[in-house]
């Protein structure tokens, strides 16, 4: 019965799939952002640099540490942020790297791709009698935490007018009506689906007669 039952909610999750695919097959505007871009947004704001004190039980010093380079990877299906720092604890010199996650998701209202590095931190050791010891983690995303918007797909939000043979113009506007974001190899494609609804216009009304008399 468990085997019937897993077999069901594998064939229901293809399903879904499936449907999910083939519902943006026929997408009508898609926007493609490379990690190229990314990583120039990301080095025009770099260094980035932070300090702090230690309080150990075998160390106590002050640290500072500057962010130098910062890559985006993008695989498909997940984004990964690469940070190398350069540290300082007292007059000890040393780097290291650290690793956190780039979340993005898409604002359909405002049509603007929204990019946010989530936590990232380092640790701090010392040798202590032979042996690494832990003395502090460094928490970057407490200072260094990078937030910018780029532009989604083509906004199709305006008036559409569409000339016919009778000399009339139908007007047409465009709404988003569902989209969908894909992590690919080496990119984030946010794909959009448009309704259209004809836009009616109202006609001024005309004073009769017997309405500009009673007015005057």
């Known amino acids: 019965m468990k085997k019937l039952i897993c077999i069901v ?12 695919q083939r519902s943006f097959s026929n997408y009508h505007v898609k926007v493609s952002v490379h990690e190229n871009l990314l990583n120039e947004l990301f080095q025009t704001i770099n260094p ?20 130098t380079s910062t890559t985006v990877h993008i695989k498909k299906g997940m984004t990964v942020v690469k940070v190398d720092i350069d540290l ?3 007059d000890k010199t040393s780097k290291t790297t650290a690793f ?10 405002k049509n603007q791709i929204k990019f ?8 701090i050791y010392a040798d202590v009698f032979n042996n690494d010891v832990l003395l502090t983690t460094v ?6 935490q990078p937030e910018f918007y780029l532009p989604g797909p083509s906004k199709l939000d305006q008036v559409i007018s569409i000339p016919i043979p009778n000399g009339e ?10 989209y969908q ?6 990119r984030v494609d946010v794909l959009a689906t448009y309704k259209f609804e004809k836009v009616i216009k109202l006609k001024p009304s005309k004073l009769s007669i017997d309405d500009k008399t009673s007015n005057n």
């Open 9 to 20: 909610v594998f064939l229901m999750s293809l399903t879904q799939t499936a449907l999910s």
């Open 88 to 90: 300082k604890v007292g």
């Open 181 to 186: 974001i894909k992590i690919l190899d080496k």
């Open 116 to 123: 946010n590095v989530e936590k990232i931190s380092f640790e």
């Open 100 to 109: 956190g996650k780039l979340k993005i998701s898409y604002d359909k209202d």
């Open 139 to 144: 928490d970057l995303t407490s200072v260094y």
């Open 48 to 67: 980035i640099n932070g300090k702090g004190e230690i309080h150990g039980a075998f160390v106590k010093d002050k640290y500072k540490w500057a962010v």
């Open 169 to 178: 113009d139908i007007s047409v506007k465009a709404k988003p009506s569902s």
